[in-house]
């Protein structure tokens, strides 16, 4: 199975300021059919998660444009340009290159 | 708008069985793989299982390869999920999720494996 790694915590951010998350894979998630399915999910305290970025970089319907993913075949990143209140929580990557499908731990925004 | 309702779940004894399901509205249900995912108490997300639009596929989690079966119904717009033998360790929060990268999530069903 694919091992998806992150940090538990963020370093601390102010609110305002950018944030970045990191994802690592134990392997390549590059499919075969050339795609990478490297996705990005925010769970606030109490609720579903919600999808934010699928396929390293595109952001889902609904989701402010102050969110971005990058990285590329074991090694990404999502970004916030400026963390705002709603922004809390703990952010999930998740690969769906290879059945089962595997979540990172999670890594808890740390505001100050 | 799209909307998944959990249900089915409750306090239950090891090695018993319990069948969770999910209704889905707001879009075209055949269309769509979906998925059940978990998450045990305060711990994160643990996939489950997927199943194909049509179907025809099913993929699940080595945990609990061979002890829940995921299945749908494309006429009443439901997925199931049927768990059998059913440990300590599988007490969590299930959600259903819809799309190839889980797009929409309901907001779960709580169960519990517990003498």
């Not at chain 1, 059945?99 to 925004?109: A, D, E, M, N, S």
């Not at chain 2, 979906?34 to 045990?40: D, L, T």
């Not at chain 2, 994160?44 to 596929?57: Q, R």
């Not at chain 2, 006429?75 to 440990?87: A, F, I, T, V």
Request: charged share 15%; with cysteine; aromatic share 12%.
């Amino acid at each position: 199975d694919v091992v998806m790694t992150q940090p538990p915590l963020s370093s601390p951010v102010t609110l305002g300021q950018p944030a970045s998350i990191s994802c690592r894979s134990s392997q390549s998630l590059v499919h075969s059919n050339g795609d990478t399915y490297l996705s990005w999910l925010h769970q606030s305290p109490g609720q579903p998660p919600r999808l934010l970025i699928y396929n390293i970089s595109n952001r889902f319907s609904g989701v402010p444009d102050r969110f971005s993913g990058s990285g590329a075949g074991t090694d990404f990143t999502l970004k916030i340009s400026r963390v705002e209140a709603e922004d809390v929580g703990v952010y999930y990557c998740m690969q769906g290159t290879q059945f089962p499908y595997t979540f990172g731990q999670g890594t808890k925004l740390d505001i100050k | 708008q799209v909307q998944l309702v959990e249900s089915g779940g409750g306090v239950v004894q090891p090695g018993k069985s319990l069948r969770l399901s999910c209704a889905a509205s707001g879009f075209t249900f055949s269309r769509y793989g979906m998925h059940w995912v978990r998450q045990a108490p305060g711990k994160g997300l643990d996939w489950v299982a997927v199943i194909w639009s049509d179907g025809t596929n099913e993929f699940y989690a080595d945990s609990v390869k061979g002890r829940f079966t995921i299945s749908r119904d494309n006429s009443k717009n439901m997925l199931y999920l049927q768990m059998n033998s059913l440990r300590a360790e599988d007490t969590a929060v299930y959600y259903c999720a819809t799309g190839s990268w889980t797009d929409y999530w309901g907001q779960g069903t709580l169960v519990t494996v517990s003498s």
